[in-house]
């Protein structure tokens, strides 16, 4: 089955987040520590995947493009608007973190080379074992993101499963017209670019700035540009 590991995904983002509901009634002076910790691990985990980088101008070209292109079409503010959506359908009207779970969550989830490379797997040779690992690691983040941020963490799962439910449906498409070392340097630039923005995620998380991390989402899309390219003009 070609969307299991997609939908092992998603299922366990949603059983681990009920789990981290019921951290959610600890102390607020515990909460905030616990935050900090989380905030710190994932600038430490942007900050390790940036370095990955073999082209770093790649890199700012692709968060410069991309940050230019989400702000033109205001893609936070959409987020935000899905996010408020659920918050008014599903919160009790003072829970006012379900948006800002939803959009952290899902930015951390969908970013990285792993829904890509295993999405591909799943699509291409039926081989789910990447997205089961990813599984576990996002299980254990969403459990911790939820005891803070709550059930907006939950909702993440459906553009998780979107995402990489459409990467593995088009995965023999991809295959086909993309060469293998393509894929290669652009998972690579793709991680790294995407690294900046799990560390403006972290910093945001302190409270230390209001990056608008989801407006450099195109970047993804400009990183993949750049290295088609260089390697069929370079």
Not at 28 to 56: D, H, P, W, Y
Not at 92 to 115: E, K, P, R, Y
Not at 136 to 151: E, K, N, R, V, W
Request: glycine fraction near 10%; hydrophobic fraction near 55%.
């Amino acid at each position: 089955m070609v969307l299991l590991g997609s939908l092992v995904n998603a299922g366990v983002i949603v059983v681990c987040t009920l789990f981290g509901l019921l951290l959610h009634r600890i102390p607020e002076r515990i909460k905030g520590t616990v935050m900090n910790a989380i905030s710190l691990a994932v600038i430490v985990l942007g900050l390790q995947m940036s370095l990955k980088t073999e082209n770093f101008i790649f890199v700012i070209v692709s968060l410069v493009l991309g940050a230019i292109i989400g702000e033109s079409i205001q893609l936070e503010d959409r987020l935000n608007s899905i996010g408020e959506w659920i918050e008014r359908r599903f919160g009790n009207g003072s829970d006012s973190s379900i948006a800002q779970g939803f959009v952290t969550a899902t930015l951390i989830f969908v970013i990285g080379a792993m829904s890509v490379l295993g999405a591909l797997d799943s699509g291409l040779r039926n081989d789910h074992d990447v997205l089961f690992t990813k599984s576990i690691i996002d299980g254990f983040t969403a459990m911790i993101l939820t005891s803070t941020l709550g059930i907006g963490v939950l909702f993440s799962a459906i553009p998780v499963f979107l995402y990489e439910g459409g990467i593995a449906l088009f995965a023999t498409v991809i295959n086909k017209i993309v060469p293998e070392v393509v894929m290669e340097t652009f998972l690579i630039e793709m991680t790294a670019t995407g690294g900046v923005m799990i560390f403006a995620i972290g910093l945001n998380l302190l409270g230390l700035t209001k990056i608008r991390a989801a407006n450099l989402l195109p970047s993804l899309l400009v990183v993949a540009i750049l290295v088609v390219a260089e390697y069929f003009f370079m």
